[in-house]
Antibody, heavy 120, light 109 residues
Framework: QLQLQESGPGLVKPSETLSLTCTVSGGSISSSSYYWGWIRQPPGKGLEWIGSIYYSGSTYYNPSLKSRVTISVDTSKNQFSLKLSSVTAADTAVYYC????????????WGQGTLVTVSS | QSALTQPASVSGSPGQSITISCTGTSSDVGSYNLVSWYQQHPGKAPKLMIYEGSKRPSGVSNRFSGSKSGNTASLTISGLQAEDEADYYCCSYAGSSTLFGGGTKLTVL
């Protein structure tokens, strides 16, 4: 059974960089049939797509966040990562990682999510 | 790019059917048959319920169905059950990016 697990600091100071890692177990991140994404959800609000990455390193970002987002992949560790720079309180959210089926763009497996709070 | 438009809330009684709409544009919902729907219970991660507009993943009840007409996709839940009470989100491929709807809270009366 595929599992995804987010990890990283739960508290980040304003203007600093948020860094999260998603560890994939029970399957290979290098499969050409899938790619991997980050989604966030501010408290009490809806889902927002942040961006995604193929195992080859090709990335796709939400235009509204593109200037601050970097997503990378480490196939040797079966992990992919998110960096969001210059954070503000508006970036406080539960951050999810997910697997995306390349053939139909659906997000079929999700991590449990991790709350990141931006506060001094 | 704007979020897809969903009603904020819908409600229905047990056994009834409800439909949730998801309106996009000719650049997303209208251009691709790549709409998916997710169910989210409080404090939980979203769960895939429908993909490619109308297909159900293995294990999802056939009470859930999806359709699309033009720039609007729809999710119908028939034979409402108490456990269906949750938030529902639509999602569409938009050409090198992905859009989510704002979410719809389903209340089972």
């Amino acid at each position: 059974q595929l599992q995804l697990q987010e990890s990283g600091p739960g508290l980040v100071k304003p203007s600093e960089t948020l860094s999260l890692t998603c560890t994939v177990s029970g399957g290979s991140i290098s499969s050409s049939s899938y790619y991997w994404g980050w989604i966030r959800q501010p408290p009490g609000k809806g889902l927002e797509w942040i961006g995604s990455i193929y195992y080859s390193g090709s990335t796709y970002y939400n235009p509204s966040l593109k200037s601050r987002v970097t997503i990378s992949v480490d196939t040797s560790k079966n992990q992919f990562s998110l960096k969001l720079s210059s954070v503000t309180a508006a970036d406080t959210a539960v951050y999810y990682c997910a697997r995306i089926v390349g053939a139909n763009e659906s997000l079929d497996y999700w991590g449990q999510g991790t709350l990141v709070t931006v506060s001094s | 790019q704007s979020a897809l438009t969903q009603p904020a809330s819908v409600s229905g009684s047990p056994g009834q059917s409800i439909t949730i709409s998801c309106t996009g544009t000719s650049s997303d919902v209208g251009s691709y048959n790549l709409v998916s729907w997710y169910q989210q219970h409080p404090g939980k991660a979203p769960k895939l319920m429908i993909y490619e507009g109308s297909k159900r993943p293995s294990g999802v009840s056939n009470r859930f169905s999806g359709s699309k007409s033009g720039n609007t996709a729809s999710l119908t839940i028939s034979g409402l059950q108490a456990e269906d009470e949750a938030d529902y989100y639509c999602c569409s491929y938009a050409g090198s990016s992905t859009l989510f709807g704002g979410g719809t809270k389903l209340t089972v009366l």
